[in-house]
């Protein structure tokens, strides 16, 4: 699949113009991970800073691909996202943050294993779309943007978005046989 990309193309997470804080991972079950967040004003202050703060974060989490604001105590629909260098990545856009995002398109479905820095002990086989389009905001432009990816982003973009609508991958997993104890920890 060729990646697309409609607006993302030039931003990075500098072009907040803040430096982000790293903040604290709440753990299941912390009531935050199972409500929907609020849609944000994607140009205002107080959102600008909370994308920067999920980038520091994120990048001082070994392992970690993707964090989403719930996961930090803010009931927010605000994610950032980077695969660079997982050795499951095919298409990469590199570390970006997107608000009130949703997917607009979802096509070959695989189960495949995930993990959560927010349920640190387990991992589960959940059914994801490999090939998947979703539209959202860039924080601080207010840019829309669209993006289309496959494998293994596509799979970290539904993991965020699922937390952005209070959901973790354990309520996305077959049953009990598809959880397992995690046997490395990043």
């Excluded at 990048?59 to 604001?69: I, K, M, Q, W």
């Excluded at 930090?72 to 095919?90: C, E, L, Y």
């Excluded at 860039?138 to 993006?147: D, E, K, S």
């Excluded at 496959?150 to 993991?159: C, I, K, N, S, T």
Aim: charged fraction near 20%; aromatic fraction near 4%; hydrophobic fraction near 45%.
């Amino acid at each position: 699949m060729t990646a697309q990309v409609t607006g993302l193309d030039g931003w990075t997470p500098e072009a907040l113009g803040v430096p982000g804080e790293v903040r604290p991972v709440v753990a299941a079950p912390h009531t935050v991970l199972s409500r929907t967040g609020a849609e944000v004003d994607a140009t205002s202050d107080e959102v600008v800073r909370l994308a920067a703060d999920l980038v520091a974060t994120m990048r001082v989490s070994p392992g970690c691909v993707g964090l989403a604001a719930p996961q930090i105590g803010v009931g927010a629909q605000v994610f950032a996202v980077d695969v660079t260098g997982h050795p499951k990545s095919v298409t990469v856009h590199g570390t970006f943050v997107l608000c009130n995002a949703r997917v607009v398109e979802a096509s070959r479905w695989k189960a495949g294993r995930e993990g959560c820095m927010s349920v640190p002990d387990l991992t589960g086989d959940v059914k994801r779309a490999s090939r998947l389009v979703v539209e959202g905001t860039l924080p601080g432009t207010g840019r829309q943007v669209r993006i289309a990816t496959d494998g293994f982003e596509a799979r970290a973009l539904q993991h965020e978005i699922d937390h952005c609508a209070g959901l973790l991958f354990l309520d996305r997993v077959a049953g009990a046989h598809a959880v397992y104890q995690r046997k490395v920890y990043l």
